[in-house]
């Protein structure tokens, strides 16, 4: 317990976002498939929007807390490509298509099963999704990563922010929610809602969900 206390203390000291972490490789993946029209599922402050947009055309994001929206519309008032909603999934344009939709650390916030069937509706012929989300750990695999994570968790800190921090940054402090689904619940939805979506475990108590939608006819 004292070893726990004394890293928490520690990475508080040096707030880093493992959700941050993952946001080059999401933008890759983006890219990779060629995605002109993105959405970003609970967009926070803005931190992925800004990646996406190096590489995408046009930019959406969505975000259902109020400070967080706010700061992330004013972080992109100037760019006419950049479209920053006060709403959650639930508040997109109903019949608005996606080359890419991309979420990180959100779907555990809502029903697994009927969300990943919106997201692939969601997407235009050809799109692609991009998850890299929260689980619920279970199992010798699940502790074994997790362990590791714990013992990198310092060093990242170390390296992204070696200063001492009095507070973390804004983005770090929006609303979160304990993961309900297992990584193997999660992988039995994506084969029934997303067929062929590759699902990896991932360091720093994340996993990665990548689906392609069927092309149109040509």
Same mark, same amino acid.
């Given at each position: ?5 004394? /890293? ?14 993952y946001?080059? *490789?999401?933008?890759? @993946?983006?890219?990779?498939?060629? +995605?002109?029209?993105?959405l ?8 992925? =929007? ?8 046009? =930019?959406?994001g969505?975000? &259902?807390d $109020?400070?967080? %929206?706010r700061? +992330?519309?004013?972080r992109?008032?100037?760019? &006419?490509? =950049? ?10 344009? &109903?019949?608005?298509?996606? #080359?890419?939709?991309? /979420?990180v ?7 697994? %099963? ?6 692939? #509706?969601?997407?235009? &012929?050809?799109?692609? /999704? =991009? ?6 750990q279970?199992?010798?695999? #699940? ?12 060093v ?5 922010? $070696? +200063?001492?921090?009095?507070? $973390?940054p /804004? ?6 929610? #304990? +993961? @309900? ?15 062929g %979506? ?6 720093? *108590? ?6 392609? %939608? ?5």
């Open positions: 317990m004292a070893l726990r206390s004394r /890293l928490h203390r520690f990475n508080q000291r040096h707030p880093w976002s493992h959700n941050d972490h946001g080059p *490789w999401i933008a890759a @993946r983006v890219a990779e498939a060629g +995605a002109r029209d993105v970003d599922v609970g967009c926070g402050a803005g931190n992925l =929007v800004a990646l996406l947009r190096q590489r995408a055309a046009t =930019v959406t969505l975000e &259902p $109020p400070r967080m %929206a700061a +992330a519309a004013e992109f008032a100037d760019d &006419p490509a =950049v479209t920053v909603v006060e709403a959650g999934f639930d508040g997109r344009g &109903p019949r608005a298509r996606f #080359d890419a939709i991309t /979420l650390a959100v779907l555990h916030h809502m029903p697994l %099963a009927p969300t990943l069937r919106e997201l692939r #509706d969601c997407l235009a &012929p050809g799109g692609r /999704l =991009v998850v890299v989300g929260c689980y619920r279970t199992g010798r695999a #699940d502790l074994l990563v997790s362990l590791l994570s714990v013992l990198l968790n310092p990242m800190g170390l390296i992204k922010h $070696p +200063a001492r921090a009095a507070a $973390p /804004l983005h770090m402090t929006a609303p979160t929610a #304990d +993961a @309900r689904e297992t990584l193997g619940d999660i992988r039995a939805a994506a084969a029934q809602e997303l067929p %979506a590759r699902i990896r475990r991932r360091l720093f *108590w994340r996993y990665s969900l990548v689906y392609d %939608a069927p092309a149109g006819p040509a």
